[in-house]
């Protein structure tokens, strides 16, 4: 129940390109959905997040869709950089308490030139 | 201001040997979190610290596992008898208190149990 599953595991897209990663999650207590973007040899870092009172949230290039009746969410990057190139994850969280965040596997994005 | 850093940035060491790894979060942060990101297992919580509240140790994976917070600031993860399984990267998180935590990472520390 605590799952988050993320795919595909790697995507190749080449600049211009829109590139989409997919989570679902199990646990309908979750309502809190952020989305971490991750260098190599770096933390993590906050790219963008959702509560499941809307359906998307657009912050510049990415925009999250959210469908809480699939228990689904995804990432959408409009217009793919090479700087995008990393490895993404989805996570969720329930609000109330500790909010530990239960990631997704991860996604490693590579963008082509 | 500075991020969160985490002390060392690589640590190697033998089976069976103990090892502390040490994270600083931001100034100010109430709350910090213990992640391990290993091979094929992902992100994983491990344990979460709250001013002075008890803290949330539903993440360790076994009794070698063990963290303290002193002052509200630094936290040590220690890990006895390390086993190769231990090797990971350990990521350390801190966060305001709040609605909502934007959790802020450290770059990591990354574990090899030889």
């Known amino acids: 129940q605590q799952q988050v599953k993320q795919s595909p595991q790697s995507l190749i897209v080449q600049k211009g390109g829109i590139s989409i990663i997919n989570c679902a999650y199990e646990n309908t207590a979750f309502d809190y959905f952020p989305w971490y973007q991750q260098f190599p040899g770096k933390g993590p870092a906050l790219l963008i997040a959702i509560r499941p009172d809307v359906s998307e949230k657009k912050e510049g290039r990415f925009t999250i869709s959210f469908n809480k009746s699939a228990k689904q969410f995804s990432l959408h990057i409009m217009d793919s950089q090479p700087g995008d190139s990393a490895t993404y994850f989805c996570a969720a969280s329930m609000v109330q308490g500790a909010q530990k965040l239960v990631f997704g596997q991860g996604t490693r994005l590579t963008i082509n030139p | 201001g500075a991020g969160v850093s985490q002390s060392p940035s690589n640590k190697v060491t033998e089976k069976g040997k103990d090892v502390e790894l040490r994270c600083d979060p931001i100034?100010?942060?109430?709350?910090l979190y213990w992640y391990r990101q290993s091979l094929g297992q992902g992100l994983e919580f491990l344990i979460y610290f709250q001013g002075n509240s008890a803290p949330d140790k539903s993440g360790l994976p076994s009794d070698r596992f063990s963290a303290e917070r002193t002052g509200g600031s630094v936290s040590t993860l220690t890990i006895q008898r390390t086993q190769q399984e231990d090797s990971a990267v350990y990521l350390c998180a801190s966060s305001l208190a709040g609605a909502i935590r934007e959790q802020f990472f450290g770059p990591g520390t990354r574990l090899t149990v030889l």
């Open positions: 100034s100010g942060h109430t709350a």
